[in-house]
């Protein structure tokens, strides 16, 4: 038995009728009368009592009608969600990010945009180490990640360049630094610098005011660089969008005069990605216009 007999069966189960059930199904009525003969063969049992002018369903045939409008549905359901996830329409989608494309809002309207049209694509969204996410999505353990660039990347992982940002100083209310009017890079000198993941905001800052930087501590997370920061542990380099964002005890955001360091939010990916759904983001990502 295929699913073409029960769609045959309850073609002329509607119309009592083989001529018009072949009729509406496109097929030729002997054709369909050999059809309806196999499956009554197949299920060893009688379906239709044959009558002059119409057929009518036998008890076994009344049984079958509702067991074979149920698989025909639940065939015509899971063909039609195969074909939606076949066309990335539907499916997962392992997505890993740092806490600036949070920050920045880019993480939140191209997922939210993403869902809008494909509402069947359920993202699993996690923070995830900055150094640790290429290596993820190289393996399979995430489909895409939100990072800060530049980073060097495995050969079979690519690269969308999203979001350019400049960055700022985050320092201690009791710094010194703060008395000033204007903060220059040559200030700077003599402080211990915070490592958020994404360094080469400090490094620029330090090539600019022409001095080796006292590296402190790496404690992962913007939150965390900037708590230390609050404790009186330095300062740190950190992306502009984080000034809106994070508000601590005893901690001053501040422009840097005559430096401008910028670094990039980008959204990393298998270079060679087949996942239907991933690959449609990935599309949709490549799309995006920062505001």
């Known amino acids: ?74 065939f015509e359901t899971a063909q039609y969600n195969v074909q939606r996830a076949g066309r990335g329409e539907a499916g997962r989608i392992e997505l890993g990010y740092v806490a600036s494309a949070v920050f920045s809002g880019v993480l939140q309207r191209l997922v939210g945009e993403f869902r809008q049209r494909y509402a069947d694509v359920d993202f699993t969204l ?38 350019t940002e400049g960055f700022a100083l985050a320092l201690p209310a009791s710094s010194w630094l703060c008395k000033l009017k204007v903060i220059n890079a040559i200030h700077l000198q003599a402080e211990t610098f915070i490592l958020p993941e994404q360094i080469s905001g400090t490094l620029e800052v330090a090539a600019q005011g ?61 270079r060679y990605e087949k996942a239907p759904a991933v690959t449609r983001f990935i599309e949709h990502v490549k799309a995006f216009r920062a505001p």
Do not use: W
């Open 210 to 270: 022409g001095f080796a930087p006292t590296l402190g501590p790496q404690p992962g997370g913007l939150v965390s660089v900037i708590a230390l920061v609050s404790l009186g542990q330095g300062v740190a380099v950190v992306p502009e969008s984080v000034v809106d964002h994070i508000t601590l005890p005893n901690v001053v955001f501040r422009r840097i005069e005559g430096c401008e360091p910028t670094s990039y939010l980008s959204l990393i990916h298998r």
């Open 1 to 74: 038995m295929e699913i073409r007999h029960f769609r045959y069966f309850l073609a002329v189960a509607r119309h009592r009728h083989f001529t018009r059930a072949a009729e509406q199904l496109g097929i030729a009525p002997p054709t369909l009368t050999r059809q309806i003969q196999d499956l009554e063969s197949a299920l060893g049992t009688r379906l239709f009592v044959r009558e002059q002018r119409e057929v009518r369903l036998t008890d076994a045939g009344r049984a079958l009608q509702i067991e074979a409008e149920l698989a025909v549905r639940q």
């Open 126 to 163: 996690t923070e995830s180490p900055m150094p640790a996410l290429p290596k993820m999505i190289e393996e399979g353990r995430l489909d895409v990640g939100f990072i800060r660039s530049p980073m060097s990347l495995p050969e079979s992982v690519s690269a969308v360049k999203l979001l």
